[in-house]
């Protein structure tokens, strides 16, 4: 029995000493490791700031740009609330991003089960002009755009600027369900319309409810990119009352240029409901980057 231990232990020190051979020391996974290091700590950096800095008083900050603060004070965020309108540009970016993510789901829904599931003439060619879409950057669309509207007399009003955003979200998302769609297996949508389901049911009742992390990455991904816009906002939106948050920001912290952690409280204020939505559906959302990646 002893011979038996002594060998076996000699055999896994041997698997152990193979498997360190086998994992040789080099300088290039030194590298990438310290490359590693340096990207996420320049990720963190800001963010870092951009917390620590509303918790402390003017005086604070100027004796420790990035040092944690002694004692926590709150009152910037109290002077956010009280000089920026928070409230009101919370509400105002609220609306927009939950009606421009709402309108561009539906429509995309409804136009990915076309693309996906119908046949008619121009069907891929279409296709393709509307994935081509999402390569035209807004800048570019935003001038007629804004005639647009104005001869339609919808400029300075939530509709206008809803659909504006509805229109530039929906090419990726039409894409992204249209490659979904498609993986569903005929036979399940065949079945169900032999059973008496309509278009209408084999959308909502199967390809939805089987979409689901598709359409959990497009609302997270659309109102990520709604709720940071800035340059549409403030062109079809220039009143004071109608400011979004990323507007409302901007205008805040030239007011408060010298006063930084006042500024950061309201920067730290407006990443939270984004923050708490991805948190809410990471796991959607990371499955349907992964799922999109696969299918298509």
Do not use: C
Not at 52 to 74: C, E, N
């Amino acid at each position: 029995m002893k011979l038996e231990v002594s060998s076996f232990g000699r055999t896994r020190a041997g698997q152990r000493t193979l498997q360190g051979a086998a994992r040789p020391f080099s300088w290039a996974n030194v590298a990438k490791q310290v490359v590693m290091l340096l990207a996420v700590f320049l990720i963190l950096l800001p963010a870092y700031f951009m917390v620590i800095t509303p918790l402390k008083t003017q005086a604070a900050y100027s004796l420790s740009k990035l040092g944690f603060p002694a004692d926590v004070y709150l009152g910037n965020f109290v002077t956010a609330f009280r000089g920026g309108r928070f409230v009101l540009w919370f509400g105002n970016s609220i609306a927009m991003t939950a009606g421009s993510v709402l309108v561009s789901t539906v429509v995309s829904a409804l136009g990915a089960f076309a693309f996906a599931r119908m046949s008619f003439r121009g069907r891929n060619p279409l296709l393709s002009v509307v994935t081509a879409l999402m390569v035209i950057p807004p800048v570019v669309m935003l001038i007629p755009l804004f005639l647009l509207l104005s001869r339609v007399g919808l400029t300075s009003t939530y509709p206008g600027a809803i659909l504006v955003y509805a229109g530039l979200i929906t090419p990726f998302a039409v894409y992204l369900l249209t490659n979904f769609f498609r993986t569903v297996p005929t036979e399940i949508v065949e079945s169900a319309m032999i059973d008496g389901a309509s278009s209408m049911d084999v959308l909502v009742r199967i390809l939805m409810p089987l979409s689901a992390p598709a359409i959990m990455t497009l609302i997270t991904v659309n109102a990520l990119w709604v709720w940071n816009d800035l340059l549409i906002a403030l062109v079809l939106l220039p009143e004071d009352s109608m400011r979004t948050l990323m507007v409302g920001i901007t205008v805040f912290g030239a007011r408060y240029n010298s006063d930084v952690p006042v500024s950061m409280a309201g920067m730290l204020m407006s990443s939270i409901p984004i923050f708490v939505l991805y948190m809410f559906g990471q796991r959607y959302f990371i499955r349907g980057l992964v799922a999109g990646a696969l299918k298509s």
